[in-house]
């Protein structure tokens, strides 16, 4: 397999898991404002910067407004991130490495992009915002029903999961990461406006707000919520559900070798890391290391399978 | 439904008198409710997006261009088909042992069949290729045929293309497309299969390997990358080969050998089936600022280390001056009566050709022997009378760099319209691949259309469209 066919698949499924998660972050700003809630402004902040786009954003804008920011992150050309150039990467990726997915995977990745194209460059309704969200939701599920099902599973795959996984692993982190105050221990906490609804939303803006209740006996806590987060093995975007996963591909795609590798090596250490952790997180420099390494890792993949 | 048109059609003898490849389909077709086929004709559209099948990006904008696909099909019954066949093998056979030839001992112009000038001052004629044989002694193993019908039933034949052709995968898109389309009208007629071209390109391109030992060679498609207008075509056609499709930055010559980067490191490639044209293909050996191609890679081949399909060099024996010797080297090489007739083509490099030609300017078609899309062309009867005679006066300077030809009337075959059938002009590209001396002639091929009424031009890049190509079993 080519360097540089491995390097379009990872980051084809990176761009495709940001579309992912940047949706689910509007989505769940967006149930607020239909709410008019009070909370409204603290969470926009919080998704801006989770996004690090706030600054552009208020370059631009005076005031976090609902709509504007929706805008902003769907596809404001100032905004690099926005949904319409993520999927157009992820879809060039995709053409790159067209021979060696299959055309069914192909053909979702393209429907997306063409769907995406015709809805969000006419002017963005209030009432289509759910819709389209939720549409695009269902086209990326198309596109992972393809490659669960339809691939072979050797490196091809491995590469596609690598991506997926590295990416959203810098996700989950980037969202504690901005918000780690409200996950350190109750008893040490005094910050204004802290309450279980911003915790609620921290699980809504992953879209697991509803797994982490089942789970939970329908009782939320700053230590429940960091350990599903970080710890829970049986959590698809915990931090140590993606490094597992890491692991997985890594090994696969090494074969026998992989006990010596940079790349297995760093991804070894962050599960040692977070398994290490109590489950009481109390501190910001964790966190960041933990985004630190996810880096070092994805660039240390991309140094060992020659991607260019 | 009023069907009228002055030139030959395929489908129509007049308006209610049907030719008898049509007699069945035409039938079927005024049976069919309207407003179903509106619907069919935008699911094709749908599909072909869904695909991605496209030829041109990035233009002005950053935008992808469908070429239109028309829903009736050309027909074509087996007899006159396995004409094509015999005549396309023919030829195929004859430019490779032209190839062959003109790189080595030039019989062919040592016995006066072909001016040495019209060799030696062309600048598709490769130096680099000279007193050197490919591996398998084959240079053009993919052709594309370009073959039109005027005002008979005969095809003849308009340009041979063994550079880098293209539109295979339309073909295959084509017929997929309309197997979703009607599938009960496929099945009622026995048309024959085109979509295995794939299979018989990995089979040849296998057999083209420099190293005969090796069972499964590893082989490469080369593309100039995703900007290229034919990207779409290079993607495909890896993906079906099962082959990894590179860039020249995923090569590079490493001990005598073409290796490309994988992610266990430098791999060997045995063929590379090349899609970018012969300058670019190593910065080494001819144009020096290319980033497409490989440095060194001509000497790897020259050392039979690699396959490069087609050769390098190929383009001499498809240039407008030399198309119109086509049938004196059929005759040179396999001692045969040509199969397929060349459209009437006046070379201005012979006196009384020259002659004629100046004084038919306004009924014939002037081009310049290297010139392509059009450039350094007059259409006589369009043109005014001081463009002719600027036109006369570019002749007399080079009388060798033109050819001429009689201003072509194309055939007509029906498309589809919501208004219902209506005869447009088409021509046929036909696909042969050819491996130690046997060719194999793809069922069918790509039918262009010119969709816009009267026009001439098929191509793609100018409202052109294409159809599907149905060869009948008999």
Known sequence: ?308 | MTYFTKTYDEAFINQDSIRTNYKKFISWYKNQDDNELTKINSDAIKFFENTGVSFKVYSSEKKENLIPFDIIPRIINSKEWDKLVKGITQRVLAINFFLTDIYSQQEIIKNGVIPVNLIQNNPAFLKQMIGFTPPNKTYNHISGIDLIKTNSDNFFVLEDNVRVPSGASYMIENRDTMIKLFPDLISRYKVSENRNYTKYLSEILKKSSPKKTKINPNIVLLTPGIYNSAFFEHAFLADKLGVELVEGKDLRVINKYLNMKTIDGWKKVDVIYRRIDDIFLDPLSFKEDSFLGVPGLMEVYRNKNVTIANAPGTGISDDKSIYSYIPDIIKFYLGQKPILKNVKTFKCGIKDELKYVLENLNKLVVKEVHGSGGYGMLVGPLASKIEISKFKNKIKKNPYNYIAQPTLSLSTCPIYTKKGLTPRHVDLRCFALLAQEKVTVTSGGLTRVALKKGSLVVNSSQGGGTKDTWILSS
């Not at chain 1, 761009?15 to 607020?32: A, H, K, P, W």
């Not at chain 1, 929706?70 to 021979?99: Q, T, V, W, Y």
């Not at chain 1, 549409?135 to 991506?163: D, H, P, Q, V």
């Not at chain 1, 802290?194 to 982490?212: A, G, H, K, V």
């Open chain 1, 1 to 308: 397999m080519l360097g540089s066919t491995a390097d379009s698949l990872f980051w084809m499924f990176r761009y495709i898991e940001r579309v992912e998660n940047t949706l689910c972050m509007i989505e769940s700003g967006f149930q607020l404002y239909l709410l008019s809630s009070s909370n409204l402004n603290n969470e926009w902040d919080a998704i801006l910067r989770t996004n690090s786009i706030r600054h552009h954003f208020l370059k631009k804008n005076n005031s976090l407004d609902s709509l504007n920011i929706i805008n902003f992150m769907l596809k404001d050309p100032k905004n690099f991130n926005n949904i319409l150039i993520l999927i157009e990467k992820a879809r060039e990726n995709a053409r790159r490495s067209r021979g060696s997915i299959t055309s069914e995977v192909w053909e979702a990745i393209n429907t997306c992009w063409l769907y995406l194209n015709e809805e969000l460059n006419k002017k963005i309704n209030e009432s289509k915002i759910q819709t389209i969200i939720k549409n695009t939701r269902e086209k990326i599920a198309l596109i992972f029903g393809f490659l669960e099902r339809g691939m072979l599973k050797n490196e091809i795959l491995n590469f596609c999961y690598l991506g997926t996984f590295i990416e959203r692993f810098d996700n989950t982190v980037r969202i504690l990461n901005t918000r780690y105050y409200l996950l350190l221990d109750e008893k040490k906490i005094r910050f204004e406006g802290y309450d279980n609804f911003q915790l609620e939303m921290i699980l809504r803006s992953i879209s697991s707000y509803r797994s982490f209740m089942w789970k939970n006996q329908n009782e939320i806590k700053a230590n429940k919520v960091s350990y599903f987060l970080i710890s829970d093995k049986d959590m698809p975007k915990s931090l140590i559900f993606c490094v597992n996963e890491t692991i997985k591909n890594l090994r696969s795609i090494h074969k026998k070798k992989f006990s010596k590798n940079k790349s297995y090596l760093n991804a070894l250490n962050i599960q040692k890391k977070i398994k290490q952790k109590n489950r009481n997180l109390n501190n910001y420099s964790f966190l960041n290391s933990l985004f630190q390494l996810n880096i070092t890792l994805a660039a240390n993949i991309e140094e060992e399978f020659n991607f260019q």
